[in-house]
């Protein structure tokens, strides 16, 4: 197969670094912070954490380097790829993806219009009078808070609609560049800051039953949900599956290794979410919280954990500020492959590309966000889902899981070999000895496990 001569006018990232951050911009966001804790807690902790790990490197990391491979080859948005690789009935494989990263807008827009107000209320001090109160009223007073925050009729509305705007300003201003160097500072702060989350987390009265919770695994608690879900975090975690990382991948430079950049990005993202989950759990059994409690496990934690740190509104705030710059940061990296593609056609202006996405989600997103409301009680053809779940766990646990099928079919099978060798050891510089590895993990590998996992949930296999 012959790739077609592709001559870029796009700009790409210039440094090896630049690459790292962009694609652990993705990355990093509400997964690590929000959905990592939250599906740990409903899921029975450290069985459901190992086997994330385990799908993260064996299906994330082979489908995100497919995804680089694609994207640097081919220098163009998720679904013209595959017709400058000469396989146009592929593009299919980016129409899920951008379908998934639209699921994942719509929900994913209304946890980050919670975050947002966390912010407001970190800032005016609303949690202060916490610290003073016995454990279970300050149990009670913060579960009130995010009640209020997310029952709402136009409160939640208002907060989706300002996120939504804020992510538009920043594509539309082309400031992306401007937050991608901001986040290279922010990231490491961040870290930083969970890190001494996670040590305060560890001097709880609960830090023992939090850490053996995490890390002691209990087979018996693996079902065929347990799985499909621990790998449908590994491909949202990563933003594997979905077409970020081939439109990230399509500005890296030649010199990028891009095995070592997708196994760095994975590490480091597992770090933050362990971290984070060892900052919140020490606090859910020292209050005696229910580690079942769903979304609301990081609004209602968090505050308590603060509230017990000399300065805690300061770095809440901080805290705060920091996963709205993060869910922010993930967002415009959802935004932009759809964009990038409604804009490619030079039928719509990019502007105007991102006006249109932007009202999409505002819509549709509209559904997710009532909380409390008729719209989430409404259950969805017969799954019994509000919409918020139905987009989450359909792009999750379906859309990226099966675009990322057809990522590792279409590097493992369908392009020429010497071009995927090229790629991964750039030129025969370097990943010689990887390369035969990845060749069989992406040829058979990824996708047979990804199948097995899906035909066990649906009850084919069992
Ligand atoms: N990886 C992001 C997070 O964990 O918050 C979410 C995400 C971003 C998923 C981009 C998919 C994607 F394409």
């Known amino acids: 197969m012959k790739i077609k001569n592709v001559v870029s006018e796009r700009e790409g990232f210039s440094t090896k670094v630049a690459s790292y951050f962009s694609s652990l911009s993705s990355a990093v966001g509400l997964g690590n912070i929000w959905m990592f804790p939250v599906l740990t807690g409903l899921f029975g902790g450290a069985s459901f954490i190992f086997c994330y790990i385990f799908f993260a490197l064996l299906t994330g990391i082979p489908v995100m380097v497919s995804e680089y491979v694609i994207g640097r080859r081919t220098r163009t948005n998720a679904i013209d790829a595959f017709g400058v690789l000469g396989k146009p009935y592929m593009k299919i494989t980016g129409v899920l993806g951008l379908m998934g990263c639209l699921f994942i807008l719509f929900f994913y827009s209304s946890v980050a219009g919670w975050v947002y107000s966390y912010i407001g209320k970190a800032i005016t001090g609303e949690f202060k009078g916490i610290s003073n109160m016995p454990l279970d009223q300050a149990n009670t007073v913060s579960q009130e ?17 300002l996120v939504i705007t804020v992510v538009a300003i920043v594509l539309i201003l082309g400031v992306k560049r ?32 939090a850490l053996k919770f995490l890390f002691v695994p209990d087979i018996s608690k693996l079902n065929s949900t347990t799985i499909l879900t621990a790998m449908g975090l590994a491909f949202f975690k990563l933003s594997a599956g979905s077409g970020t990382q081939t439109t ?71 805290f705060f500020v920091l996963t709205g710059i993060a869910a922010t940061m993930a967002m415009l990296s959802l935004v932009e492959p759809v964009v990038a593609f409604l804009s490619s056609k030079k039928l719509l202006s990019r502007n105007t590309a991102i006006l249109i996405t932007s ?21 969805l053809f017969g799954l019994n889902m509000s ?10 646990n379906y859309l990226l899981p099966i675009a990322g099928i057809l990522f590792s079919v279409t590097t493992g099978w369908m392009m020429d070999s010497t071009i995927f060798h090229d790629e991964i050891t750039n030129n025969g510089t370097t990943n010689k000895k990887v390369y035969p590895i990845l060749r069989i993990v992406i040829r058979y590998l990824t996708p047979i496990l990804i199948l097995v996992v899906f035909l066990n949930a649906i009850g084919i296999l069992k």
Request: with cysteine; aromatic share 12%; net charge neutral.
């Open 359 to 379: 009202s999409l989600i505002a819509v549709v997103g509209f559904l997710t966000m009532h909380q409390g409301s008729y719209v989430n009680t409404i259950q």
């Open 178 to 209: 401007g937050i991608e160097r901001l986040s290279k500072t922010l990231m490491p702060v961040l870290f930083l800051l969970l890190l001494i989350c996670a040590i305060k987390g560890l001097t709880q009265p609960g830090a023992a039953e």
């Open 387 to 396: 919409f918020f779940d139905f987009f989450n766990n359909g792009s999750s």
């Open 248 to 318: 990230y991948g399509s500005y890296f430079t030649g010199s990028t290794n891009l095995v070592s950049n997708a196994i760095q990005v994975c590490i480091s993202d597992i770090v933050v979410s362990i971290l984070a989950g060892i900052a919140i759990f020490p606090v859910v059994f020292t209050f005696h919280l229910n580690p079942e409690s769903g979304p609301g496990l990081l609004f209602n934690t968090i505050p308590l954990l603060f509230s017990k740190i000399p300065m805690g509104g300061l770095f809440m705030t901080l």
């Open 145 to 161: 808070i995010f009640n209020n925050v997310i029952n709402g009729l136009m409160g939640p509305f208002l907060l989706q609609l």
